[in-house]
């Protein structure tokens, strides 16, 4: 297990240019300009935030798992990761992190997924998945579910297992708890705040987060 790494942040929500709360089950699209910080703040505790990033310059270099992982040596995030695409380019690096530890193995919540883990009437309820695909669609052409990697899950707790497989645990945040991360390069982020109502990470609760951005 992970030690849990906590560093707080100076910045004041008053001071922020964009501040919004996004309800539980609702996607979020922005693209940060280099330099620019956002937090993600998990209001009641417990929430998954899905999350991906793309070059904003060049969508189909997206967010690699793999090549984060292999970077920084850990399957956790936490403050001082620096998220990478495919093509080793450096997205955004986590600066503040009230939380401790996020999860990069997790992945998305999908109709099909929700049969295997849950039972098969899970079927229709709505998904990240899904949400990541409509707030995409926005873009025309530009996307399509090829550009749909393995994401982040911020504050979800996915525990590594001896044999190395994954368990579904409680969370390990709480309300007010947040993530802050820079933006390295030009980046789009895609959020679908998970709809979620079988899994323990959540407290089987969604709950709304609130998202905020600083020039710097």
Known sequence: MAVLQYAASERKAENALYDVTLPAGEGWTYTLEPGQVLRIVDLEGNQAADTLFYDADHPSDHYSAVNTIQRQGNVYLTTGSVLVAESGKELVKIVADTC????TLGGACSAQSNTVRYSHDTLPMH???DTFMLQLSQYG????????APNVNFFMNVPLTPDGGLTFEDGVSAPG???????VNRTLVLISNCPQLNNPCNGYNPTPIRLLIWDN
């Open 141 to 148: 052409n530009v996307f399509n579910k090829r550009d749909l």
């Open 100 to 103: 401790g530890r996020h999860d």
């Open 127 to 129: 998904n990240c998945r």
């Open 177 to 183: 708890k947040y993530v802050e991360m820079k933006a």
